[in-house]
């Protein structure tokens, strides 16, 4: 089992560009979070879906979009890229609510 | 709402103990959890601990709860240079599972 990946490890981009983050699970978890980490704030909740067709805001979902269209894969998106956004960006899977969350190795965004 | 805190530093010698201290804020905390993270690198469950329970042992690790004082702590024995890294804690709390972290805790390990 791979576990929890991410694609890409590391991306530049320009402010008002636009990318998709992708997150896969082998291990048929239901739910499946996205967090950000800030130097000094730990990480904090964007976005997390449930299931399959569900997703529903975290701590911090302005600007950003989520979608999962396949249990499997935990899709990211930035619209419109800002500096703000520069973080470290991790994928989180899980069972159910009372289940250790298995995190990804992260990516590392970078908006200039 | 839920909050957790944590100290940034904690600096030890190789062989020693150490201390990470974590408060929360949330009483109805179901599960407590402690990753661990290697630069550059995700973060990795240690341990965890539910909440109806005082202290979990596992190997070095010892987690203890303090439900009443909504304190957690983690004590790593025989701390290594290996150890070395940040430290989260993290509550979980609602139905959804979604987890509270601390700041993290810099753990440095002097030889």
């Known amino acids: 089992n791979a576990g929890v990946t991410q694609t890409p490890k590391f991306r530049v981009l320009k402010t008002g560009q636009s990318m998709t983050l992708l997150c896969a699970q082998d291990?048929?978890?239901?739910?499946m979070y996205w967090y950000r980490q800030d130097p000094g704030m730990g990480l904090r909740l964007i976005h997390y879906?449930?299931?399959?067709?569900?997703?529903a805001k975290g701590e911090v979902p302005d600007g950003y979009n989520v979608s999962r269209l396949k249990k499997q894969n935990f899709l990211l998106g930035l619209e419109s890229a800002a500096p703000s956004q520069t973080s470290v960006y991790f994928c989180?899977?899980?069972?159910?609510?009372?289940?250790?969350?298995?995190f990804g190795p992260g990516t590392r965004l970078l908006v200039l | 709402g839920e909050d957790v805190e944590q100290s940034l530093f904690l600096s030890v010698r190789e062989g020693d103990s150490s201390v990470i201290n974590c408060t929360y804020t949330?009483?109805?905390?179901?599960?407590l959890y402690w990753y661990k993270q290697e630069p550059g690198a995700g973060l990795q469950l240690l341990t965890y601990?539910?909440?109806?329970?005082d202290m979990k042992q596992d190997q070095r690790l010892t987690v203890l709860l303090n439900k009443k004082d909504k304190h957690l702590s983690l004590r790593i024995a025989d701390t290594q240079t290996g150890d070395s890294a940040i430290y989260f804690c993290?509550?979980?709390?609602?139905?959804?599972?979604?987890?509270?972290f601390g700041q993290g805790t810099t753990l440095q390990v002097k030889p």
């Open positions: 291990m048929n978890h239901e739910y």
């Open positions: 989180a899977s899980s069972y159910g609510t009372a289940e250790t969350q298995y």
């Open positions: 879906s449930v299931g399959e067709g569900t997703t």
């Open positions: 601990i539910f909440s109806n329970m």
């Open positions: 949330d009483s109805s905390s179901t599960y």
């Open positions: 993290a509550e979980s709390t609602s139905n959804t599972g979604k987890l509270i």
